[in-house]
């Protein structure tokens, strides 16, 4: 079964503060990718970083990391200093095939001045 | 203009009318994808277009009908909806189909409320 699982359904933190978002796959394909996407009220979903399961080396892109680790099927991503732009829903997603990108059910993110 | 437009933003329609949801990219794409999103439910894929060619019907209802005139086109025409089909549908593009087609681009969606 092709799946991805974002347990935290909210997460509410203060100004300035670290925050990380799980996301837990699951796929029997050797060869996919992964993406996190950022929805904010305006509704369109906003990419943020693709990565293909050959490639685990982390990446830092200012403020935003993401961990991806092959053992734990996990990909996460962490907010450092956390801003009140940064409150979105956040979506990871995997991709198997052509035409299939599995979404997780989102972690929505209230940044608190 | 933005990469992807999506109208009407809002719209209320009653179960017995006919309504069309319409999608314009202007990022000289190939693939075009509605996506239906539903309170607290993960993105569904509903249809995927490939230069005009439908490749992709996700055991969608007959009620929903996509139509892809062109590449930069899709429409999702709507009749004898149901309440449950409340929800914000989201066109998407990519440059091709394909694992390695990259990211999808989105639309802001149109939030369709079914009386």
């Known amino acids: 079964a092709q799946k991805v699982t974002q347990a935290q359904t909210e997460i509410s933190v203060v100004e300035k503060e670290d925050v990380t978002l799980d996301c837990v796959y699951e796929?029997?394909?050797?060869?996919?990718?992964l993406f996190w996407y950022k929805q904010p009220p305006s509704g369109e979903l906003v990419f943020l970083i693709r990565?293909?399961?050959?490639?685990?080396q982390n990446e830092i892109s200012g403020r935003y990391s993401w961990n991806f680790q092959k053992s734990t099927s996990s990909f996460n991503f962490t907010i450092t200093a956390s801003q009140v732009v940064d409150s979105a829903v956040y979506f990871c997603?995997?991709?198997?095939?052509?035409?299939?990108?599995?979404f997780g059910a989102g972690t929505r993110l209230t940044v608190k001045p | 203009e933005t990469g992807v437009t999506q109208t009407p933003r809002h719209l209320v329609m009653g179960m017995t009318n006919k309504k069309s949801l319409k999608c314009e990219q202007h990022l000289g794409h190939n693939a075009m994808y509605w996506y239906k999103q539903s309170a607290k439910k993960p993105l569904e894929l509903m249809f995927v277009?490939?230069?005009?060619?439908?490749?992709e019907n996700n055991s969608v209802p007959s009620r929903f009908s996509p139509e892809c005139p062109n590449s930069s086109h899709l429409f999702l025409h709507l009749h004898t909806l149901q309440p449950e089909d409340s929800a914000l549908y989201l066109c998407?593009?990519?440059?091709?189909?394909?694992?390695?087609?990259?990211?999808?681009?989105f639309g802001e969606g149109s939030r369709l409320t079914v009386l």
């Open positions: 796929t029997r394909d050797t060869t996919y990718y």
């Open positions: 997603a995997l991709k198997i095939n052509n035409n299939d990108m599995r």
């Open positions: 277009y490939s230069l005009e060619e439908r490749v």
């Open positions: 998407a593009s990519s440059p091709r189909l394909g694992l390695k087609a990259g990211e999808l681009f």
């Open positions: 990565r293909n399961s050959f490639d685990e």
